[in-house]
């Protein structure tokens, strides 16, 4: 719904509400009653208005980044305090009292709502640092996040390939108290805010560096490689990819065989694929050798 319809839907509010303020002080002679349906309509005015105030605010500041949360979150936060203030107000409280009245109420509702706060003011830190941002994608590693370890085969303890534990995924959302993780698998995963500021985070998504190194190692028959040429039949057959280390005679997995060892340099978007398309070259490889 467009802002400005909303907006008219506010006034109409108001209007409705005045009207009903001003009925009942006709025919009801309760001020107590007639005080709470005055403070009652402030607050459901207020409230609907600071909503359609915070929804145009994240409208206009989308695609802006961490702004775009921050700037809405930050007036609704102060729009609460401006209502809370203004209904005490109606009671015949005067703002300073009401002020060191929250800010009594505040020490002792402090000290009970300490991890909520927590998270509120990690999120805040978050939000205003970048220390993630809507659209990374990231890995979470945290012992306060449960997962299940990664399970690998009995050849894979041999493998020089680097495990990287912990929540994967695409941040979707960051609010004040919690963020939203898109997982891999489709589920989504929310994190308090105060355990994400206090994990270590892998941003696959970085603005400083935009390459994967991917490291390959395959097993070859001793009894059917030619030693002399097998490093240059490699380079040959991965022709068009870019070689940053190797190929290596890196060490024999057994009296038979020798195991030949390469890095190559990738986009960090494709380097699935890649891996995949060297992985095959290369077994094609060996499998036309061990035929010959």
């Known amino acids: 719904m467009a802002f400005y319809k909303k907006f008219l839907i506010g006034i109409l509010l108001v209007v409705v509400l005045f009207a ?68 005490f107000s109606i009671f015949g409280v005067t703002s300073a009292e009401a002020i060191a009245g929250g800010t009594f109420a505040g020490l ?63 941040v979707v959302e960051i609010d004040l108290f919690f963020s939203r993780i898109l997982l891999e698998n489709g589920r989504e995963i929310r994190i308090p805010n105060y355990i994400l500021l206090e994990s270590s985070v892998i941003d696959y998504t970085s603005k400083y560096s935009k390459d994967f190194v991917i490291s390959i190692r395959v097993e070859f028959p ?32 057994d009296k038979e065989h020798v195991i030949l060892s390469l890095k190559i340099r990738a986009n960090v978007t494709e380097w699935k694929k890649v891996k995949s398309e060297v992985l095959k070259r290369l077994l094609i490889l060996r499998k036309r050798i061990v035929e010959s």
Not at 58 to 64: A, T, V
Not at 238 to 245: A, F, S, T, V
């Open 222 to 253: 001793l009894y059917k490689v030619d030693l002399e040429r097998i490093e240059q039949q490699i380079v040959e057959v991965l022709k068009g990819y870019e070689i940053i280390e190797g190929p290596f005679l890196s060490e024999q997995s």
């Open 108 to 170: 002792v509702i402090g000290l009970a709502l300490q991890p909520v706060l927590q998270n509120f003011f990690a999120g805040l830190l978050i939000m205003g640092t970048g220390y993630i941002s809507i659209g990374d994608h990231v890995r979470i590693m945290s012992t306060k996040i449960t997962y299940t370890p990664v399970l690998f085969p009995q050849y894979k303890y041999f493998s020089r390939d680097f495990i990287e534990q912990g929540i994967e995924g695409d």
């Open 20 to 87: 009903v303020n001003y009925v009942m002080s006709l025919f009801v002679s309760n001020s107590q009653l007639l005080l709470l349906v005055k403070v009652a309509s402030v607050v459901i005015s207020g409230l609907y208005f600071l909503i359609i105030i915070t929804d145009g605010l994240r409208d206009i500041l989308k695609g802006k980044g961490n702004v775009s949360i921050v700037v809405p979150n930050v007036v609704k936060y102060l729009g609460y305090i401006v209502i809370f203030i203004v209904a």
